[in-house]
């Protein structure tokens, strides 16, 4: 079956530090990746996302690159805000008809000013 | 465009009371999911719809709990009779082809006394 493991939290850095959360997944087929972000109180949302290998996601100045040999998507960010503060889920879909998704389980950055 | 939307935002009510949370997903979405997060269990999936067809409750934790889609755009998540352990966030997802990213409503949350 699919899996997603993912970095053991929980990460504190300071301001400007630079980030790795590690992931890496287990898939039959050709998944698509996502990293999902969620700030306190709030629902999950979309941070980034690559659809094939070697294909770089990017937003916010998050980074995720697509690395099937290493079956890996390691999220990056080269100077951390305290805004970053939130929890952060690796994830894959498989294109099938249903739609469900496999989460990792979650690792909760801090940021200190 | 409106994203997921889920009523009400919070509900407090005693033991053995049911509760009913509801769900509108995005117009043309053909998944709809619903999920439950907790600090000590963190995001679990409880059941799927494709179409407005349950694909998978397995994630379910009881007879007490069940889930309707009697239409495309509307979905509802019961618990009778509701129990203190129920306590948690719900959160209702939707999404087209599983390789596309889910879009989460900003949840429920429910305390039960």
């Known amino acids: 079956g699919n899996s997603v493991t993912q970095m053991e939290g929980p990460v504190t850095l300071s301001e400007e530090a630079f980030l790795t959360i590690n992931c890496t997944y287990t898939a039959t087929g050709y998944p698509s990746l996502f990293w999902y972000v969620q700030y306190p109180g709030e629902g999950l949302q979309l941070l980034l996302k690559?659809?094939?290998?070697?294909d770089k996601g990017s937003n916010k100045g998050f980074e995720a690159t697509y690395r099937k040999e290493t079956t890996s998507f390691h999220l990056e960010k080269g100077s951390v805000q305290v805004s970053d503060s939130a929890v952060y889920f690796c994830a894959l879909g498989v294109n099938t008809n249903a739609g469900k998704s496999t989460f990792g389980d979650g690792t909760t950055l801090t940021v200190k000013p | 465009d409106a994203g997921v939307i889920q009523s009400p935002r919070h509900e407090v009510t005693e033991m053995g009371q049911e509760v009913t949370l509801r769900c509108k997903p995005i117009?043309?979405?053909?998944?709809l999911f619903w999920y439950r997060q907790t600090m000590m269990r963190g995001l679990e999936l409880l059941i799927y719809f494709n179409n407005n067809v349950p694909i998978d409750d397995s994630g379910m934790p009881e007879d007490r709990f069940s889930a309707k889609m009697p239409n495309a755009s509307f979905s509802t998540l019961k618990i009778q009779p509701s129990e203190p352990r129920d306590s948690a966030v719900y959160f209702c997802?939707?999404?087209?082809?599983?390789?596309?990213?889910?879009?989460f409503g900003d949840g429920t949350r429910l305390s039960i006394l």
């Open positions: 117009s043309g979405h053909n998944s």
């Open positions: 690559a659809t094939k290998a070697d």
């Open positions: 997802a939707s999404s087209n082809t599983g390789d596309q990213p889910q879009h």
